[in-house]
């Protein structure tokens, strides 16, 4: 489909241009083509058809007005109007609108201008020009869209009209010029660029008279209506004809095109996006605007320059004025002044001595002025600010500029931000075959891999491996690669000639406040991504947020993403965390000794907290002598409104603190901190994450002789083991545990490793046995006063009475438990004690009673694994009633509960549990699919007993089947 605007509003229909009747469907047409091919929302169309008070069925008469234009145009809604949330889409090309054939037709010819070929610039503008029948969108009602464009296309044909008569003067056909120009410079009256070409075609016809006229006449009218004198260009121009210049007679002279870009890089690799997002910038400004200017940002070493000359001179054919390279040494002690910059760049275009103003603003001035009516390409290379920048801007969009800095330049306006990161692992190989060679790398692949390991697939490192091991051609890979392994000597490694990562490194350190560099220095002795709280302990304040901004503006940190909490996290790449971890080493021992543990004191604190607000667990032992430093409040209550959150965001961080500890010999710490995520390692369900932290912790409290801490730690590893029924690991481990307690003279840790070892005889079927442990860990824990505890032990013992068949005798001591549950107001314990309870009853609507009692309260405290435990229990129970229906949905329930928190035994019981019904409901197929799934969890889990029955009762049911 075709369209004009360039005059009354036209389509074209077969082979005939018709316009469009309504007012309202032109004017819908209209604000969709000011926009074409972009979404136009309702909104804006209600305001541009109706203004500020639009109907009240709104919606309804656009759609309306849409579907009749879509009648009225043949138009498929897929294809040419389409409906986009939150309006609307012309899919028109700048070719099937004569706005957007006169705006590429334009260019073409301002180009051909710029690079000194007048013919063809003349048949490019006259072809441009022609599309005009009128005024833009002449018969369309004003809305401030289509007013918008309006201006904007009556703007770009004034300027092309110039464009067209500067290549006629310079084709000697001032004649012409004179012919055109009467009718126009009327419209225009005050464009000074317009008189300037009318009064040289007046000149050269032989009318000097004519020409000072058409001057005077612009003098009075701007003094009258403006205020102001002509420009400078302009009053020059009224010199020449004033004393009949005889270069007046010439044809217009050409600066020759400024080329000032370093040379391309040869083996430039990789960067395709963020290439074609420079290229992409760079070309979507239009002369009348302002200049399309693209900030290129990223850590040291990542190739900003590499990337700014590369696209420069890939781009360069767009720039036949030329194109300008300063390095600003931003990154240098002393960053270049923006006057003598100024001076440079107005050398380079033919402004020098005398005619190069002192004042900074008189010299960025000129230099707008100069570059004004010149296609040109500016790179800033290592820029230090925005007030450094902003002088160096042109002011026109036939200009771009390319920018590259260690620091977002974020205050300055109207620009695009491109960070850069390190290469992708098959780029990295690529730059660094090219520079090495494909047989070397093909001959020892796995000591490639290994040395970009290294150089964390930063550019600049990549390039200095490669060009050391280009330099050394008989060097096996493996010696570089060795050399490399060791971090210590690792940045020592990475120089070649005058190129350094250290040194590369130091450039954006040194600019930056004390503060920033420790705090820098210290983030190095953790490994990341690490929350910005962290830089507070580490240097030993209250908040340290405007010093972790401070990094993040030199690229020295990388934010690594957004966690559970919303919060940002921040990392230090590979080899600036080399460079931090060397840095740190410089400062005095204590210094490095205090920080760390006031970052321990913090993740303590802060994980105590967190666990303060999760269901009540058992496994919270009396606390250590660890030292405890507040955390921020903020923090706190973020992890206090969202512990599950904030432990899921913490989960690997915290794992790396307890190895920190360790790595420091603060044994106390490493224990205590392993242990302070038990209670959220519980509720999820992730013994692997638990079993981590107590081993790491485990060796150094046994390294220290620190026997509570072993004892604590022994307690914990085997109640895992219990869930996992490796019951002869947790029986020493217990014991061992029993034996510390017992020297530490911890009442309450004693009594929770006998209960746990009570637990294992029962699991055993030796109830008798079972019921000494459980009775001689009831007597430990009534001494030490904790009630709680004692709640959930005479809880058990009541189990064990159950499963020994004494039902009374279990029934008196549920109820002791649940009366002692709702005396000390703890509603979890109580919920507990219901739902073992429900025991009592079997199938029988009392059992479902305590049950819905005790889900309703797990429900409310937002402890889904102790709900989805307790859907199960109600599963077996509506099965023990030969009620399919809420067994299968209570059950389907559970195992999703079960999935989500990463508790496979509970999901595998449930999927189990149903597979059993449905065979007893003779539904072979249901069953083979929940048994299947039941079974590949079970031996997912090393679970081989009911693997084992699981897999016979597929098999019973393929011998069916067969």
Same mark, same amino acid.
């Given at each position: 489909?075709?369209?004009?605007?360039?005059? =009354?509003?036209?389509?074209?229909?077969?082979?005939?241009?018709?316009?469009?009747?309504?007012?309202?469907?032109?004017?819908?047409?209209?604000?969709?083509?000011?926009?074409?091919?972009?979404?136009?929302?309702?909104?804006?169309?209600?305001?541009?058809?109706?203004?500020?008070?639009? =109907?009240?069925?709104?919606?309804?008469?656009?759609?309306?007005?849409?579907?009749?234009?879509?009648?009225?145009?043949?138009?498929?809604?897929?294809?040419?109007?389409?409906?986009?949330?939150?309006?609307?889409?012309?899919?028109?090309?700048? +070719?099937?609108?004569?706005?957007? !054939?006169?705006?590429?037709?334009?260019?073409?010819?301002?180009?051909?201008?710029?690079?000194?070929?007048?013919?063809?610039?003349?048949?490019?503008?006259?072809? *441009?020009?022609?599309?005009?029948?009128?005024?833009?969108?002449?018969?369309?009602?004003?809305?401030?869209?289509?007013?918008?464009?309006?201006?904007?296309? #009556?703007?770009?044909?004034?300027?092309?009209?110039?464009?067209?008569?500067?290549?006629? @003067?310079?084709?000697?056909?001032?004649?012409?010029?004179?012919?055109?120009?009467?009718?126009?410079?009327?419209?225009?009256?005050?464009?000074?660029?317009?008189?300037?070409?009318?009064?040289?075609?007046?000149?050269?016809?032989?009318?000097?008279?004519?020409?000072?006229?058409?001057?005077?006449?612009?003098?009075?009218?701007?003094?009258?209506?403006?205020?102001?004198?002509?420009?400078?260009?302009?009053?020059?121009?009224?010199?020449? /004809?004033?004393?009949?210049?005889?270069?007046?007679?010439?044809?217009?002279?050409?600066? &020759? =095109?400024?080329?000032?870009?370093?040379?391309?890089?040869? &083996?430039?690799?990789?960067?395709?996006?963020?290439?074609?997002?420079?290229?992409?910038?760079?070309?979507?400004?239009?002369?009348?605007?302002?200049?399309?200017?693209?900030? @290129?940002?990223?850590?040291?070493?990542?190739?900003?320059?590499?990337?700014?000359?590369?696209?420069?001179?890939?781009?360069?054919?767009?720039?036949?004025?030329?194109?300008?390279?300063?390095?600003?040494?931003?990154?240098?002690?002393?960053?270049?002044?923006?006057?003598?910059?100024?001076?440079?760049?107005?050398?380079?275009?033919?402004?020098?001595?005398?005619?190069?103003?002192?004042?900074?603003?008189? $010299?960025?001035?000129?230099?707008?002025?100069?570059?004004?009516?010149?296609?040109?390409?500016?790179?800033?290379?290592?820029?230090?600010?925005?007030?450094?920048? !902003?002088?160096?801007?042109?002011?026109?969009?036939?200009?771009?500029?390319?920018?590259?800095?260690?620091?977002?330049?974020?205050?300055?306006?109207?620009?695009?931000?491109?960070?850069?990161?390190?290469?992708?692992?098959?780029?990295?190989?690529?730059?660094? #075959?090219?520079?090495?060679?494909?047989?070397?790398?093909?001959?020892?692949?796995?000591?490639?891999?290994?040395?970009? !390991?290294?150089?964390?697939?930063?550019?600049?490192? /990549?390039?200095?491996?490669?060009?050391?091991?280009?330099?050394?051609?008989?060097?096996?890979?493996?010696?570089?690669?060795?050399?490399?392994?060791?971090?210590?000597?690792?940045?020592?490694?990475?120089?070649?000639?005058?190129?350094?990562?250290?040194?590369?490194?130091?450039?954006?350190?040194?600019?930056?406040?004390?503060?920033?560099?420790?705090?820098?220095?210290?983030?190095?002795?953790?490994?990341?991504?690490?929350?910005?709280?962290?830089?507070?302990?580490?240097?030993?304040?209250?908040?340290?947020?405007?010093?972790?901004?401070?990094?993040?503006?030199?690229?020295?940190?990388?934010?690594?993403? #957004?966690?559970?909490?919303?919060?940002?996290?921040? %990392?230090?790449?590979?080899?600036? %965390?080399?460079?931090?971890?060397?840095?740190?080493?410089?400062?005095?021992?204590?210094? $490095?000794?205090?920080?760390?543990?006031?970052?321990?004191?913090?993740?303590?604190?802060?994980?105590?907290?967190?666990?303060?607000?999760?269901?009540?667990?058992?496994?919270?032992?009396?606390?250590?002598?660890?030292?405890?430093?507040?955390?921020?409040?903020?923090?706190?209550?973020?992890?206090?409104?969202?512990?599950?959150?904030?432990?899921?965001?913490?989960?690997?961080?915290?794992?790396?603190?307890?190895?920190?500890?360790?790595?420091?010999?603060?044994?106390?710490?490493?224990?205590?901190?392993?242990?302070?995520?038990?209670?959220?390692?519980?509720?999820?369900?992730?013994?692997?994450?638990?079993?981590?932290?107590?081993?790491?912790?485990?060796?150094?409290?046994? +390294?220290?002789?620190?026997?509570?801490?072993?004892?604590?730690?022994?307690?914990?590893? *085997?109640?895992?083991?219990?869930?996992?029924?490796?019951?002869?690991?947790?029986?020493?481990?217990?014991?061992?545990?029993?034996?510390?307690?017992?020297?530490?003279?911890?009442? $309450?840790?004693?009594?929770?490793?006998?209960?746990?070892?009570?637990?294992?005889?029962?699991?055993?079927?030796?109830?008798?046995?079972?019921?000494?442990?459980?009775?001689?860990?009831?007597?430990?824990?009534?001494?030490?006063?904790?009630?709680?505890?004692?709640?959930?032990?005479?809880?058990?013992?009541?189990?064990?009475?159950?499963?020994?068949?004494? #039902?009374?005798?279990?029934?008196?001591?549920?109820?002791?438990?649940?009366?002692?549950?709702?005396?000390?107001?703890?509603?979890?314990?109580?919920?507990?004690?219901?739902?073992?309870?429900?025991?009592?009853?079997?199938?029988?609507?009392?059992?479902?009673?305590?049950?819905?009692?005790?889900?309703?309260?797990?429900?409310?405290?937002?402890?889904? !694994?102790?709900?989805?435990?307790?859907?199960?229990?109600?599963?077996?129970?509506?099965?023990?009633?030969?009620?399919?229906?809420?067994?299968?949905?209570?059950?389907?329930?559970?195992?999703?509960?079960?999935?989500?928190?990463?508790?496979?035994?509970?999901?595998?019981?449930?999927?189990?549990?149903?597979?059993?019904?449905?065979?007893?409901?003779?539904?072979?197929?249901?069953?083979?699919?929940?048994?299947?799934?039941?079974?590949?969890?079970?031996?997912?889990?090393?679970?081989?007993?009911?693997?084992?029955?699981?897999?016979?009762?597929?098999?019973?049911?393929?011998?069916?089947?067969?």
């Amino acid at each position: 489909m075709r369209f004009r605007v360039l005059g =009354p509003l036209e389509f074209l229909d077969d082979g005939e241009w018709r316009r469009v009747g309504a007012a309202k469907w032109r004017t819908l047409l209209a604000v969709l083509l000011a926009k074409p091919d972009r979404v136009v929302s309702a909104d804006r169309i209600a305001v541009e058809l109706w203004g500020e008070r639009p =109907p009240k069925t709104v919606d309804n008469q656009i759609y309306g007005y849409v579907a009749r234009l879509r009648r009225l145009l043949k138009a498929d809604r897929d294809q040419l109007l389409v409906t986009c949330s939150p309006g609307y889409r012309l899919c028109a090309g700048f +070719e099937d609108i004569d706005a957007g !054939r006169f705006t590429a037709l334009a260019e073409q010819g301002r180009a051909a201008l710029r690079a000194g070929d007048a013919g063809t610039a003349t048949r490019h503008l006259d072809a *441009a020009l022609a599309l005009w029948r009128g005024s833009p969108f002449e018969d369309v009602p004003v809305t401030p869209m289509v007013q918008a464009e309006a201006d904007r296309l #009556t703007e770009a044909r004034a300027g092309a009209l110039e464009d067209w008569a500067e290549a006629q @003067l310079a084709l000697g056909e001032h004649a012409e010029v004179v012919s055109r120009l009467a009718d126009f410079v009327p419209r225009h009256p005050l464009r000074e660029r317009l008189r300037e070409l009318q009064m040289l075609a007046l000149y050269r016809q032989g009318r000097q008279a004519d020409a000072l006229a058409g001057y005077l006449e612009l003098r009075t009218l701007l003094a009258e209506e403006l205020g102001v004198d002509p420009g400078q260009s302009i009053r020059h121009r009224y010199e020449q /004809i004033v004393r009949a210049d005889p270069a007046l007679t010439e044809a217009v002279s050409r600066v &020759d =095109p400024v080329r000032q870009l370093p040379p391309d890089i040869p &083996d430039f690799a990789g960067r395709a996006e963020e290439l074609a997002r420079v290229s992409g910038t760079v070309s979507s400004g239009s002369e009348d605007g302002p200049p399309s200017v693209v900030v @290129l940002t990223g850590a040291p070493g990542v190739g900003k320059s590499s990337l700014a000359v590369h696209a420069a001179h890939a781009l360069a054919t767009r720039f036949p004025d030329g194109q300008l390279y300063l390095d600003l040494a931003g990154t240098s002690p002393r960053p270049r002044d923006p006057a003598d910059l100024l001076a440079d760049m107005l050398g380079a275009v033919g402004v020098r001595g005398e005619w190069i103003p002192d004042d900074l603003r008189a $010299r960025a001035a000129l230099y707008r002025s100069t570059l004004a009516r010149r296609r040109m390409l500016v790179v800033l290379d290592d820029a230090d600010s925005a007030g450094q920048v !902003r002088p160096l801007l042109p002011s026109t969009g036939s200009c771009a500029v390319i920018i590259t800095t260690r620091r977002p330049i974020s205050d300055l306006s109207g620009t695009r931000h491109v960070e850069l990161d390190v290469f992708e692992p098959a780029t990295a190989r690529e730059l660094f #075959t090219s520079l090495v060679g494909e047989s070397r790398v093909a001959a020892e692949p796995e000591q490639a891999d290994a040395i970009l !390991r290294a150089c964390g697939n930063l550019p600049l490192a /990549i390039r200095i491996s490669g060009a050391k091991l280009a330099g050394r051609p008989k060097w096996p890979l493996r010696v570089l690669a060795e050399r490399l392994d060791d971090e210590s000597q690792r940045l020592d490694e990475l120089r070649v000639g005058e190129l350094g990562v250290r040194a590369s490194f130091e450039l954006s350190l040194r600019s930056l406040p004390a503060d920033a560099v420790r705090g820098f220095a210290l983030l190095g002795l953790f490994c990341g991504p690490v929350p910005s709280w962290v830089l507070g302990p580490l240097l030993d304040r209250a908040h340290a947020d405007p010093v972790m901004d401070l990094l993040l503006d030199a690229n020295l940190v990388q934010i690594s993403g #957004t966690d559970e909490t919303g919060q940002p996290r921040y %990392r230090l790449p590979g080899l600036l %965390r080399d460079y931090a971890a060397e840095t740190a080493a410089s400062y005095p021992l204590p210094t $490095r000794q205090a920080a760390v543990a006031h970052l321990l004191a913090t993740w303590l604190d802060l994980a105590e907290h967190a666990a303060g607000h999760l269901p009540p667990s058992l496994f919270r032992p009396t606390p250590g002598t660890a030292p405890r430093r507040l955390g921020p409040a903020d923090v706190r209550r973020r992890a206090a409104g969202d512990p599950l959150g904030w432990f899921e965001a913490e989960r690997a961080t915290v794992l790396d603190a307890v190895a920190l500890a360790a790595d420091w010999g603060l044994h106390e710490a490493a224990w205590e901190l392993a242990v302070a995520m038990v209670p959220y390692y519980d509720l999820r369900s992730l013994h692997q994450d638990w079993l981590r932290g107590h081993e790491i912790a485990l060796g150094t409290v046994r +390294e220290a002789g620190n026997g509570r801490g072993e004892a604590v730690l022994l307690n914990d590893l *085997a109640q895992v083991q219990i869930y996992r029924d490796q019951f002869d690991s947790a029986t020493p481990n217990l014991h061992r545990s029993l034996a510390l307690y017992r020297q530490a003279g911890d009442r $309450r840790g004693e009594a929770l490793a006998t209960a746990a070892l009570a637990t294992i005889e029962r699991a055993h079927g030796r109830y008798e046995h079972a019921l000494d442990q459980a009775i001689r860990a009831l007597d430990l824990v009534i001494a030490t006063g904790d009630q709680h505890i004692e709640a959930q032990l005479r809880n058990g013992i009541a189990r064990i009475h159950l499963a020994q068949g004494r #039902t009374a005798d279990a029934r008196a001591w549920f109820d002791e438990a649940l009366s002692l549950s709702r005396k000390l107001g703890d509603v979890h314990r109580e919920a507990v004690v219901l739902r073992e309870m429900s025991r009592l009853y079997e199938d029988s609507g009392e059992a479902l009673e305590c049950l819905q009692t005790a889900h309703d309260i797990f429900d409310d405290l937002h402890d889904e !694994r102790c709900v989805a435990y307790t859907l199960l229990r109600m599963g077996r129970v509506h099965a023990g009633r030969r009620d399919s229906a809420r067994t299968a949905e209570v059950l389907t329930r559970a195992a999703k509960v079960f999935e989500r928190d990463g508790d496979r035994m509970g999901e595998a019981s449930c999927w189990q549990l149903l597979g059993e019904l449905d065979i007893g409901y003779e539904d072979p197929v249901a069953a083979r699919t929940h048994l299947s799934r039941a079974l590949r969890l079970w031996l997912a889990f090393g679970k081989h007993e009911p693997a084992i029955a699981v897999a016979a009762q597929l098999q019973q049911l393929q011998l069916g089947r067969s």
